[in-house]
């Protein structure tokens, strides 16, 4: 299978599936736009509990907004994101197509015609709409491109309402848009993202050391989404390359289909978003501390993790194909905590009444573990198996007639230890085991804890 080859089985198994569907499709869809699905939403949602669970509710340092996205424009001019948030554009001159110019291989010939390319020029990557009536220029804002100056804005609101003592964070989850010149590779490259970012605001003299721990908190969450460690790599951002309010930006790239690409940044702001927002509102964003009574402007490190990119680096890593019973089987080996469905109940028969009664119990009775417990009676068992494989159900659980412990309508053989058992069947190998409710009950709230 080539790498082109295994993103386009990622793009319909997810479309297939209902994971993820593109963006306005009846009309042609709209580029840079994608819609989750039923089991999308809920993968998704996994990521961002976990991460609100490890990156916030978990410590007592941090905090949670949840700020609006539009803002008052002159946000984005005191953070440089109206003169600066641009990419380089090139035009071709016979077919009008428009490139990113850091994309093409430095050519000055066209990719899609061989035309001549225009010259570069800096394209602002804001979108732009008007607040309220009038449509002049007075009334433009702008959809927010990063969620970090809604953070930014609420610093002195949790400062004042919560008086927490430094080092202390507030983190978010929530939209951001970019115009992007050229939106691709699926759910990688969006006009309209999420992410989840967090400000950590330190003394200045205590950056290095936040930074080390928020470096290994990405790594343990790459481990918690179950990303294999191999796949996931730091690149040193080169000065050049760093966002202007950056003094140190690492960048978690990760091996998707199309190469290695950035999943992940952790950048440190220094003091330059808090400086530049009370230089401009002329309000004073300085922390007072307490013990020493000495008054600073707290420099930041933020960690900042798509959501969408994480989603695609979870579904590719997890794409698998093999051989069994001399079928072609795709299962999506996720993570079980991250998984949209933990379990599926199954009775072997559905036509006959004791068994679907007693699967129905045995379904209630793992819901109390979790809620995504599944029910398919559907066809023969081996075709309910391969449709949980392929959305990455965990554990599969059939009851038959040994369940019942009911002699007559048994495989043959009178097994009265059998009684109240079922099979739990694995997902990457397919083996099975005979379990009792309350063992395969443990073996699922283990495997998602
Ligand atoms: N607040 C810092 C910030 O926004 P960024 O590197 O521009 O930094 C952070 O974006 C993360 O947001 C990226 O590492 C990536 O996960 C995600 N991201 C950025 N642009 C994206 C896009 N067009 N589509 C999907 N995700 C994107």
Not at 222 to 236: D, I, N, S, T
Not at 265 to 279: E, K, V
Not at 409 to 434: A, C, F, I, M
Request: net charge negative; charged share 30%.
């Amino acid at each position: 299978m080539t790498e082109l080859h295994l993103m386009e089985k990622i793009v319909s198994l997810a479309k297939r599936r209902g994971f993820v569907f593109p963006g306005s499709e009846i009309y042609g869809g709209l580029a840079g736009t994608f819609d989750y699905g039923p089991l999308g939403v809920v993968l998704k949602e996994n990521v961002e509990r976990l991460w609100l669970q490890m990156f916030r509710d978990d410590r007592d340092d941090m905090h949670g907004v949840d700020a609006a996205i539009l803002m008052n424009p002159k946000i984005w001019e005191a953070s440089g994101h109206v003169s600066g948030f641009s990419d380089p554009l090139v035009e071709c001159g016979k077919c009008k197509k428009r490139f990113r110019a850091d994309h093409l291989d430095g050519s000055r010939k066209c990719p899609e015609c061989g035309g001549e390319l225009g010259e570069v020029r800096q394209f602002n990557m804001m979108f732009k709409t008007h607040a309220g009536a009038n449509e002049d220029t007075s009334a433009v804002v702008y959809l927010r491109p990063e969620t970090a100056g809604g953070i930014f804005m609420n610093f002195k609101n949790v400062v004042d309402a919560l008086h927490p003592k430094l080092p202390f964070g507030i983190a978010q989850i929530g939209k951001a848009f970019r115009n992007e010149i050229a939106p691709r590779d699926f759910i990688f490259r969006l006009r309209e993202l999420s992410q989840m970012e967090v400000e950590y605001f330190v003394a200045p003299s205590g950056w290095e050391q936040a930074f080390e721990e928020w470096r290994k908190m990405m790594h343990l969450f790459a481990e918690a989404v179950g990303l294999p460690q191999g796949m996931v790599h730091e690149l040193e951002v080169p000065t050049e390359d760093r966002a202007h309010y950056s003094k140190r930006t690492i960048d978690f790239e990760f091996d998707y289909p199309f190469g290695r690409k950035e999943l992940w940044g952790l950048a440190y702001r220094t003091d330059f978003d808090l400086l530049a927002h009370a230089n401009a509102s002329g309000t004073e964003l300085s922390y007072l501390d307490e013990e020493t009574k000495e008054k600073f402007i707290p420099h930041v490190i933020e960690p900042s993790l798509g959501v969408d990119r994480t989603v695609l680096a979870i579904l590719s890593s997890a794409y698998r194909e093999d051989d069994m019973n001399g079928e072609v089987r795709t299962y999506l080996a996720l993570a079980p905590r991250v998984a949209p469905v933990k379990a599926m109940v199954s009775p072997l028969l559905k036509n006959k009444p004791e068994l679907v009664a007693k699967a129905r119990e045995v379904r209630a009775e793992l819901k109390r573990v979790h809620p995504a417990i599944a029910w398919d009676d559907n066809g023969n068992i081996g075709k309910r198996y391969r449709r949980q494989d392929e959305i990455g159900t965990p554990f599969c659980i059939t009851i038959d007639f040994d369940t019942l412990g009911d002699p007559s309508t048994s495989s043959g053989q009178e097994r009265p230890d059998l009684k109240d058992t079922v099979t739990l069947r694995h997902r990457d190998t397919g083996t099975q085991e005979r379990l009792t409710i309350p063992e395969v009950a443990e073996r699922i709230r283990v495997a998602i804890e």
